[in-house]
């Protein structure tokens, strides 16, 4: 899709540091006088963010299907690209999203063992030609995963508190499609200090040549 702006996504299982890595990156880029919208999924808008409500912690959202948890993310993901990604892009922002379509690959995709025809054909009406320019993809094994949860000492909301199983399939469906998407997905471990992640996508992001650096 042709536009002015740049579109960043970050993907990755719970307690990647994705939050901490979308951070880091946009006081980078406010240091050198820009200004990113920071968004996230699902959620970013009025309706999204009551869609996120009812899909992680309402007591009417723990009886989901899979299928209307599908489309309950697309829905979301429709309202946010449409209302605030299409826009700030036209008018040469940097976008930077907590999670896209490819959450929802794995996720539903692949974990909730919904065909992958299936899932695609719903991703692309949701998004249209809206695609991530970059997509940084921290990748963690459960069991960090589980301990950083544990750490944090908050209450899990309806996704989080899914079975290992569930976990490790969404953790090996990201990995193909990493490998499938080499052109768009940088891969991380998210197991590396957290400065040394995001010196990485800092010259990553600065490689593309669409933002001018301090």
């Known amino acids: 899709m042709s536009q002015k702006g740049l579109f960043i996504t970050f993907e990755g299982s719970e307690a990647c540091g994705k939050s901490t890595q979308i951070k880091m990156l946009a006081e980078s880029l406010r240091k050198s006088g820009h200004e990113p919208l920071l968004l996230r ?33 697309a829905a979301s993901r429709a309202q946010l690209v449409r209302e605030k990604i299409l826009p700030a892009l036209a008018a040469g922002r940097i976008v930077i999203c907590d999670r896209f379509l490819d959450s929802t690959t794995v996720y539903q995709g692949v974990a909730r063992r919904i065909p992958a025809t299936d ?19 921290l990748d963690l094994d459960h069991e960090t995963s589980v301990a950083r949860m ?65």
């Open 41 to 73: 999924e699902p959620g970013g808008t009025v309706a999204g963010e009551a869609i996120r409500h009812l899909l992680q912690h309402a007591p009417e959202g723990e009886a989901l299907t899979p299928e209307a948890e599908l489309l309950l993310f």
């Open 119 to 137: 899932t695609a054909r719903i991703n692309a009406f949701a998004v249209g030609e809206c695609m991530p320019d970059i997509t940084f993809l």
């Open 150 to 214: 544990q750490s944090a000492n908050r209450k899990l909301d309806r996704i989080e508190r899914e079975s290992g199983d569930f976990f490790q399939a969404v953790r090996n469906g990201y990995l193909s499609l990493a490998n499938e998407n080499t052109d768009r997905i940088v891969l991380l471990a998210a197991s590396q200090p957290a400065i040394e992640i995001a010196a990485t996508i800092r010259k990553t992001v600065q490689a593309m040549g669409r933002v001018k650096w301090v």
